[in-house]
């Protein structure tokens, strides 16, 4: 029985001095970022991460994509120009400055180092949506059609979410065009879209512009449109009589 007491003292001897220093190599994260975050190229977004644990604490920002991880713990400037800027507090906030499309799809997470082991924060590590506006081009452009004809003139129409019909709104001379002749038509993905004008009559000439509008802004171009027609006459000619010589 001596034997056997003296086992079990070692073994609980064991586990409390494993359990104590697992215990104290634990962090506790009370704040860290979750949740995806969006914002609009050159915005700036701010995360912050507060952990509690008995040893000292060393806290690191990571910022991964597809293709590499940059460890953010002092200001740094990217190559992108994106601005990173890490508080001196004990919430250790981490701060994006005019953010770059380039971190579209990135993931932000926090981290510590207790003594010799790294914790990340749990996961899953938020997203990062980089917003880009609408663009399109060329902003103005002037242009001949036959009348008769099918009129077509491209456009390139960008952006982050990228515009459907329903972003497309379409005005002459300062009225909303109401004639399904009259479309753009946008093309898949950041390609190629055009101004389209069917069976052009000459009361299409005239000052066109095509406004695109999403939740990252709006931008217009327009286009302007000469008709031409066949010549036709505006009075029709007297009948002249031929006169007989001999009446």
Not at 216 to 225: F, H, I, P, Y
Request: aromatic share 8%; charged share 15%; proline share 5%.
């Amino acid at each position: 029985k001596e034997e056997v007491m003296i086992w079990l003292y070692v073994v609980i001897f064991l586990f409390g001095s494993f359990c104590n220093n697992l215990c104290e190599s634990q962090a506790n994260f009370t704040d860290y970022p979750s949740g995806n975050v969006t914002t609009l190229e050159g915005g700036n977004l701010m995360f912050t991460c507060a952990v509690t644990s008995e040893e000292s604490l060393n806290v690191k920002w990571y910022l991964n994509t597809s293709s590499t991880e940059i460890l953010i713990n002092i200001n740094k400037t990217l190559s992108d120009g994106t601005m990173a800027t890490v508080g001196s507090d004990y919430r250790s906030p981490l701060t994006l400055s005019n953010i770059n499309r380039v971190w579209n799809g990135a993931t932000v997470h926090c981290a510590v180092k207790i003594e010799t082991e790294d914790h990340d924060q749990p996961e899953p590590f938020p997203v990062i949506s980089v917003w880009l506006p609408p663009s399109i081009t060329p902003s103005i452009t002037n242009e001949t059609a036959i009348e008769g004809t099918s009129f077509t003139t491209p456009l390139t129409i960008t952006g982050d979410p990228f515009p459907v019909s329903s972003n497309i709104v379409i005005t002459k001379d300062g009225v909303t065009v109401q004639d399904g002749r009259i479309t753009v038509n946008i093309g898949s993905g950041n390609g190629t879209s055009s101004f389209t004008i069917e069976n052009v009559n000459r009361t299409n000439s005239g000052s066109y512009t095509v406004n695109v509008t999403t939740t990252a802004g709006s931008d217009t171009a327009v286009v302007n449109l000469d008709v031409y027609y066949l010549p036709e006459f505006v009075e029709v000619p007297l009948q002249r009589q031929a006169f007989n010589e001999s009446s």
